[in-house]
Each structure stands twice: as C-alpha cells, then as structure tokens.
C-alpha cells in the first residue's frame, strides 16, 4: 500500500492546539463534500441543483440532526488542510477542497459558545472504507433538495446555497463562453 493513500485512523482530540480569534471566539473549518450524478470525469459540462450530490453526516450526539463536517482549526495547519482533515476524520472521504464558501459567525445550539466557523467545498474524489469516525458517524449522499431539509445548522445552509449557486453559475458562464466561441467562429467564417 502506497503511503499516500493512508489515513490515520484516530481522529485530533483536545483544545490546546485550536485558533480563537480576536472576540475569543473558537475558529471552527468544515466542507460541503459533494459529487456530480452520473460524472466520475469531473466537472459535467452544465450543471443544474438535480444534478448535485451533497455528502451528510450524523452528529456524534444521538437525534441531533444531519450536518456537514467541521471542527476545530488548528494552530499547526492551514485553513484548507483543516478543512481537508475534519472531512477525512468524520465522513471519511478525500477530494479537492476549492475556494472558501465564506465565514460565518454563530452560537452553540446552547446559545452559550461563540464560534467563527469557515466553510469550503470538496469535490470529492475518495470514499473510504474505513476512516477515524467511521463507528460514530454514519454519511449519506443526498440531494441538494434533502439537504437543505435535513441539515441542522441555519449557517450550513447558508454555505450549501452559495455552493449551489457557484456551481450552477459556473456552469452556465461555461455554457455561454462556448456559445460565444461558436458564434465568432461561424461570424469569422463568413
């Protein structure tokens, strides 16, 4: 087995080595895994919502709803490579993680903790068989639809629609560049 394709199998415990920010607020990084139906070739020429799977996972704690992967940034990481491992660890998959969705602040269902949580896309290009959370956690590919009712966290979903939109405006600013191409070709030709 080639050493790039190993995992560690124990997840980082503890707070001595988590970023706070300037308030004293705990920095929290996380992924929108998703995947493309139907596409193991990548990015599909045009994308719209239906075509968008997204990756959920179970809260550690029983009956507290679907969410994405997120925990705490590190002081020995960037904030991608947090985000990348948190992914890892708790939905036990491995991809490209993209430009950041955004920065949200939020309290603790609680209400008692401030945290600053960041959010990327992954696209992904792994699932594991095995993977640190793989006996806590259970993870469900989903519909865009579905996610947006199971998810628990008001600011996740707030992340899941900047990703749709990234995604479908993408695509359609491909679509269009191609049109236009095709178009002053057939002018050039005349």
């Known amino acids: 087995m080639e050493l790039k394709n190993?995992?560690?199998?124990v997840s980082r415990t503890g707070r001595h080595m988590q970023r706070y920010n300037f308030h004293g607020h705990r920095q929290v990084?996380?992924?929108?895994?998703?995947?493309?139906?139907?596409?193991?070739?990548?990015?599909?020429?045009?994308?719209?919502?239906e075509e968008i799977e997204v990756l959920v996972i179970t809260s550690q704690r029983k009956g507290k709803g679907m969410l994405f992967p997120k925990g705490g940034w590190e002081n020995d990481e960037?904030?991608?490579d947090a985000a990348?491992?948190?992914?890892?660890?708790?939905?036990?998959?491995?991809?490209?993680?993209?430009?950041k969705l955004g920065k949200w602040n939020f309290k603790s269902k609680n209400n008692e903790t401030c945290y600053e949580g960041h959010m990327f896309p992954l696209l992904v290009k792994e699932q594991l068989e095995f993977w640190p959370e793989k006996d806590v956690r259970q993870r469900i590919w989903i519909s865009v639809r579905e996610?947006?009712?199971?998810?628990?966290?008001?600011?996740?979903?707030?992340?899941?629609?900047?990703?749709?939109?990234?995604l479908t405006a993408q695509a359609n600013e491909d679509k269009k560049d191609i049109g236009g191409a095709l178009s002053q070709g057939r002018k050039s030709n005349l």
């Open 78 to 80: 960037s904030i991608e």
């Open 29 to 49: 990084v996380g992924c929108i895994p998703y995947r493309y139906k139907g596409n193991n070739r990548g990015t599909p020429s045009a994308v719209d919502e």
């Open 6 to 9: 190993m995992v560690a199998l």
């Open 147 to 166: 996610a947006r009712k199971v998810c628990s966290y008001w600011w996740m979903k707030e992340a899941l629609e900047l990703l749709v939109d990234r």
């Open 84 to 99: 990348s491992r948190e992914t890892v660890e708790e939905a036990g998959v491995v991809g490209d993680v993209e430009h």
